[in-house]
């Protein structure tokens, strides 16, 4: 467990270029994007809210108070990211300064709603895929209700049907 006296990664630094960089990318999205689902009157960016959430949640590790164990085991998931396992981002992560740098990168990133919404680039090593959920089914109205139903024959107008002309 992480102790209160340990600042977090909000407090200290954050990208804010780079988040405002997506949430810029992330206000001009049409398609495939939540805030798509219904016009908020007050949109806020999503992208710096996952910013801030993460940025929140994630010790830093140049604090004293800041747990050992938390240090050990960011250096291995930083390092499991796809793409960040390389010679240099390995000696980056060796020094508690060089981990608070890769954290922020990560920060970074995870505010492109690309990258935060791609399940296998999120997904833990070793994790299976998540089922793909079915498809739901339409329910067909059946005609036997004798509810009135289109058909293909052209409507006629009645005269009584139509309001008298005075």
Known sequence: MIPKECKRLAEVDLPIAEVSKHAAREKSIRHGHPSTLHLWWARRPLAACRAMLLGLLLPDPCDSHCPPDFKAR?????????????????????????????????????????????????????????????????????????????????RIASARSSPASA
């Open 74 to 154: 960011a250096r291995e998931v930083v390092l499991e990211v796809p793409g960040w396992n390389t010679r240099r981002r390995q000696e980056q992560v060796k020094c508690d300064d060089g981990l608070r740098r890769a954290l922020l990168d990560f920060i970074g990133d995870v505010a492109d709603w690309d990258v935060a919404n791609d399940l296998r680039r999120n997904r833990p090593r070793g994790a299976k895929e998540a089922p793909a959920a079915p498809a739901p089914q339409r329910r067909r109205r059946s005609s036997s209700s004798g509810a009135r139903t289109r058909s293909s024959e052209p």
